[in-house]
C-alpha cells in the first residue's frame, strides 16, 4: 500500500483545513458555496425535485471541514479539531436557518406530507450508517490518491448532507419537531460515518509520517482518539437501531391492517383509498359516500387482527378524521395528526 509523502501531506492539509480568516480564499469559498446549497437544496425540496437536490449535494462544501476534523484527528491537531468541528456546527445551522427561511415563505398547507424528499430523509436506518461508512471511505480514500480524485462528485452526490439540513429547517417551520429530529439524526449518521472511516484510512495510508516529513505540526496520537470515534458510532447506531425496528413494525402494521381494513369498508361499500403506519399509527383513508362506515368496528376488528396496541387514524374523503386510540373502542373526531 503506497504511503502518503510530504507532498501529499501538505496537499491534504491545505485542502481540508479551511483557513481562520474569513476574508481569505478557502473561507469565502466555503461559506458561499455552502449558502448558494442551503438554497438550492431547500428549493429543491419545497419543489419536491430531485435533480435540484441532487446539483445542491454536489455544490455543498460541508465535506471538506468533516474530513478535516478527521485529519486533525490523526494529526492530534487539537487546533484544527476545534475549528473543523466548529465550522460542520456552523455550517450545519446556517442551512437549517436558510430551511427555516424558505419554510416560513412557502408554508404549505399539508406540513410537507407527501413530499418524497422530506419522506426520504425522515427514517434514518442501520442501512443509512452502512451506505454512509462506504461513501466516507471512498471520500477519504480519494483524498489520499490524488489519481482517483474523479471520485469525489460521486461522493457528494451518495452523502447527504445538505439536504437533511435543510428537511430539517423546513419541518421545523411547520411544527414536525419529531421528524426534524430524524432528518438531524441522519446528517449526524453521516458526519460520524466521514470521520470514523477519514481517521481510519488517514491512519493506513501514514499520514502522520508524510506530514512529519512535512514539517507540519503532528501531536501525539493517542488510542482513545479512536475509542472516541467509536463510542459516537455505536451512539448514533442505537437510535438508528430503533427507527428500523420501528420501520418494520411500520411496514408490518400497513401490511396486515389493509386486507381487515378492506372486509370492513366492503360493508358499507366504501373503498380504501390508502393504508399505511407511521411510528405504530395506522393511517387509512377511505372513499365512498354516506353512510359511512362504523369507525369504532374498524378499530374492533384491528384488535381482533393482533393490532390492539396501535393507535388508528382514519380519513373519511369528503369527510372528517377519526381518531381511534389503542386499547379503547371509541373514536373521537378530530383534526389530522400529522406525524
Known sequence: ?????????RRMTGTLFIERDPRSPGSTRFWGLLVLAAVIASAGVVGDSSATVIGAMIVAPLMTPILGCALALVLADRRQVIRSVLLVLGGALAVVAIGMLLGWIVSPPDAFASNSQVSSRISPRLIDLLAALATGTVGAFALVRADISDALPGVAIAISLVPPLAVTGLLLTVHRYHDAGESALLFATNVAAIVATGTIVFLRYGVRAGAEEAALHVGRFRGRTLAAVACVLLLVAVPLTTGTISVARDRWLAAEAKPVAERWAATGKWQIASVEARNGIVVIGVLGL???????????ALDAGGMRDADLELHLVGGRTHWCPADTDTCSVRQTRRS
Do not use: E, F, H, I
Request: no cysteine; charged share 20%; proline share 20%.
Open 1 to 9: 500500500m503506497a504511503r502518503v509523502d510530504a507532498v501529499a501531506a
Open 290 to 300: 354516506p353512510p359511512q362506515p362504523a369507525p369504532a368496528a374498524l378499530r374492533k
